[in-house]
C-alpha cells in the first residue's frame, strides 16, 4: 500500500470512528474519548475546594454528589437552605470522610451582586483557598444545547444562554495567560425540575409540566459526570445528550444551511417535542 492509500485509509477510518460516536454517545467526540482516555475527575478534584451554585436540585446537585464522591471539599449555594442542608447530608453519607466542615452551607441568590464578595469572603475564612470558579482556577459553566442552536417557543432561555457563551468566551480571551480554564457545559434534556419551574410568557404562572418515564432525557447523574469529565481535561466546550441532539449539534455548527433545511422539514411540533424531552418517535 503506498502513502497516499494508507493516509485515505487512516481519514476513512476516523471519520467513521467520529461519525459512530456523534451517532452512538451521549456526548461530543472530545467527551467521549476524555472520558474512556482522559483524566478521571476522582483524581483531578481529590481534596480540591469546589463552589457549585445551584445545587440545592437538579444537574448542581448531581454535580455535588459526584463531587463528594471525588473527595471534593465542597461548597453549597442555592436560594434554599433547607435543601442545601438536604444535599450536604447526602454528600456526607456518599463520602464518609467528607467532615462536616468540609460542606460549606452558603445561601445565595445569584442575582444579589452585592452578596457575593462577602459570600467569597466565607469560603475563604474556611478554606483558606478556592480552586473551582475563581482567579487562577477554573469555571465550570452550566449552559445548554440551546446554547448553541436556536429552540421554539424557548426566545428567552435560549438566548440567556447564548449570552452565557458570548460573555465566557470573552473571559476566556481575557485570561490567557492567567491559569484559568473556562468550560462551557451543554447538556440536552436532562431529568430535573426545569418544566416546573420555567415561567410561560404570563407573568407569575409557571409550565408545571410533569416529568414522564418515557421521555428522551439524560440522568443528572450521568450529566454530572460528563461535566467534570469535560472540567478534569480542561475542554472548552462540551455537548451531554441522548439522540438526535448531538447530531444536529454538529451539523449546524458545520453544516448551518443544511441544518436549517433539515429543520423545516423535521417541523417545529419536532423540535418542541425535543425541546419538552418527549419521545420524538412515538406520535401524539
Not at 459526584?66 to 447526602?90: H, M, Q
Not at 441568590?109 to 464578595?117: N, Q, R
Not at 469560603?123 to 445548554?144: E, H, M, P, R
Amino acid at each position: 500500500m503506498d502513502l497516499f492509500s494508507l493516509v485515505c485509509v487512516l481519514y476513512i477510518t476516523f471519520i467513521s470512528v467520529c461519525l459512530a460516536i456523534i451517532f452512538l454517545a451521549d456526548s461530543d467526540v472530545l467527551t467521549f474519548i476524555s472520558a474512556h482516555f482522559g483524566k478521571a475527575p476522582e483524581g483531578e478534584y481529590d481534596g480540591k475546594v469546589v463552589w457549585v451554585t445551584g445545587a440545592s436540585s437538579g444537574i448542581g446537585e448531581a454535580l455535588a454528589k459526584e463531587l463528594a464522591r471525588c473527595n471534593a471539599k465542597l461548597v453549597l449555594s442555592a436560594r434554599r437552605k433547607e435543601e442545601l442542608e438536604r444535599v450536604k447530608t447526602e454528600c456526607r453519607g456518599i463520602n464518609p470522610s467528607l467532615k462536616d466542615d468540609d460542606v460549606l452551607v452558603l445561601p445565595l441568590d445569584m442575582v444579589d451582586l452585592e452578596s457575593h464578595e462577602p459570600s467569597l469572603k466565607k469560603i475563604l475564612n474556611q478554606f483558606g483557598k478556592l480552586d473551582v470558579l475563581n482567579g487562577g482556577g477554573q469555571f465550570g459553566i452550566v449552559s445548554s444545547a440551546a446554547g448553541k442552536v436556536g429552540v421554539p417557543n424557548s426566545g428567552t432561555y435560549t438566548a440567556s444562554k447564548h449570552a452565557l457563551h458570548g460573555y465566557f468566551e470573552g473571559l476566556r480571551m481575557e485570561t490567557y495567560g492567567q491559569n484559568i480554564d473556562i468550560t462551557m457545559l451543554c447538556p440536552g434534556p436532562v431529568f430535573s425540575g426545569v418544566l416546573q419551574n420555567a415561567c410561560t410568557s404570563k407573568p407569575g404562572e409557571k409550565v408545571n409540566q410533569q416529568q414522564l418515564p418515557t421521555d428522551k432525557k439524560m440522568t443528572a447523574e450521568r450529566c454530572a459526570y460528563l461535566c467534570l469529565v469535560a472540567m478534569a481535561n480542561r475542554l472548552n466546550e462540551s455537548w451531554m445528550s441522548p439522540l438526535p441532539v448531538i447530531p444536529f449539534l454538529y451539523l449546524n455548527a458545520y453544516q448551518p444551511y443544511l441544518a436549517s433545511k433539515i429543520g423545516k422539514l423535521m417541523g417545529k411540533q419536532t423540535f418542541q417535542k425535543i425541546r419538552d424531552n418527549r419521545d420524538t418517535l412515538k406520535k401524539d
